[in-house]
């Protein structure tokens, strides 16, 4: 029981390229969720899904695209990479309607020159 | 719109005492939850505790109990017996199941479990 993975740990983008990072999930979980966490700062919420072929958008979808086709996988994609979408991407899924714990992948860390 | 307040950036704390994360929070919707995460410096999220906002007691979780206040909108974090693994940054969130049905996460609190 692998839990959440994320693929890859670590890229470095140029601005203007494009990206697609990679959520998993082994929990049979229905919700999953992209966040980007910033220095001194809390995890932000991209965007989210309720279940297979849906998505939401979160707190700060601007830039970001992603793609719900199996359920237990959660596709982030950046179109034309920016620096300021240099941080640290964690993905997370959980059960039900989300009052409950939340687990967490353990983090992407993005950077855009 | 939910908020969390996290206003501790840092706070040490001496090996074997207990210690008090503070979070306040902001949020319309009538029925949430509150979340408290640990992050070590290595980087991965792991959950701690949760309180429901119809649960009636406290909730605790071996050394980590959760104050809730609601009248207050607060939600402390109390660490027991502080071990030295216990360093790391804590963060308060908040999910509601209302329109938002997002967790809403604080600015966090590094916590620095002194020798």
């Known amino acids: 029981n692998a839990g959440v993975t994320q693929t890859p740990k670590f890229r470095v983008l140029k601005t203007g390229q494009s990206m697609t990072l990679l959520c998993a999930q082994d929990m049979n979980h229905e919700y999953m969720y992209w966040y980007r966490q910033d220095p001194g700062m809390g995890l932000r919420l991209i965007h989210y899904s309720v279940g297979e072929g849906t998505t939401a958008k979160g707190e700060v979808p601007d830039g970001y695209n992603v793609s719900r086709l199996k359920k237990q996988n959660f596709l982030l994609g950046l179109e034309s990479a920016a620096p300021s979408q240099t941080s640290v991407y964690f993905c997370?899924?959980?059960?039900?309607?989300?009052?409950?714990?939340?687990?967490f992948g353990p983090g992407t860390r993005l950077t855009v020159t | 719109a939910q908020k969390i307040t996290q206003t501790q950036p840092g706070m040490f704390v001496q090996e074997k005492e207990a210690v008090t994360l503070d979070c306040t929070y902001d949020t319309s919707d009538p029925s949430y939850g509150l979340f408290w995460y640990k992050q070590p410096s290595s980087g991965e999220m792991i959950f701690l505790i949760y309180?429901?906002?119809?649960?009636?007691q406290n909730a605790t979780e071996g050394r980590y109990s959760l104050n809730f206040q609601k009248a207050r909108k607060s939600a402390n974090l109390v660490i027991s017996a502080s071990q030295l693994g216990d360093s790391a940054m804590y963060f308060c969130?908040?999910?509601?199941?209302?329109?938002?049905?997002?967790?809403?996460f604080g600015s966090g609190t590094q916590l620095t479990v002194l020798p």
């Open positions: 309180q429901g906002s119809y649960d009636q």
């Open positions: 997370a899924s959980s059960y039900g309607s989300g009052v409950g714990e939340q687990y």
């Open positions: 969130a908040v999910f509601s199941s209302g329109s938002a049905r997002q967790l809403t």
